[in-house]
């Protein structure tokens, strides 16, 4: 089943973001923009669940674009736990954010996904994404 995402899921989406970015984030913090980003419209955040437990997790982030002259969404975040992989949980939250762009009109949407993950790619792909743009990235 997949359904938008509450605040009593903030643990499973932590561990699940931690474990994509291969990274332990600071609790405290995560929260706090969790909880801001939850109830902001802009934010889509849905959950994959299998028997009441949370198994994947998908963000979209929308904003308006000059140069899109309309309403974008990229999906930032999209995990699936390890096992509940290779089942159709990825591709149901997917296809749960690409309604939600069309039902609303969106421009387009978009993704990126980490250079690291190409198997992602395909999956992208076979969507209709296609690889049209480079991003850069500078930490501060």
């Not at 990229?74 to 995990?79: G, M, N, P, S």
């Amino acid at each position: 089943m997949i359904r938008e995402a509450r605040f009593e899921d903030l643990d499973s989406v932590y561990r699940f973001i931690c474990n994509l970015e291969d990274s332990q984030f600071d609790f405290d913090t995560f929260r706090s923009i969790y909880d801001k980003n939850i109830v902001n419209p802009d934010f889509l955040y849905f959950v994959a669940v299998h028997n009441d437990k949370i198994v994947g997790f998908i963000s979209c982030h929308t904003q308006y674009l000059l140069h899109h002259c309309g309403k974008v969404g990229e999906i930032q975040e999209l995990y699936i736990d390890s096992d509940f992989r290779n089942k159709g949980l990825g591709r149901l939250l997917i296809s749960e954010i690409i309604k939600i762009t069309k039902i609303n009109n969106f421009k387009s949407l978009e993704v990126t996904s980490n250079k690291r993950r190409t198997e992602n790619v395909q999956i992208y792909e076979q969507y209709g994404f296609q690889l049209t743009h480079n991003k850069f990235t500078m930490q501060i």
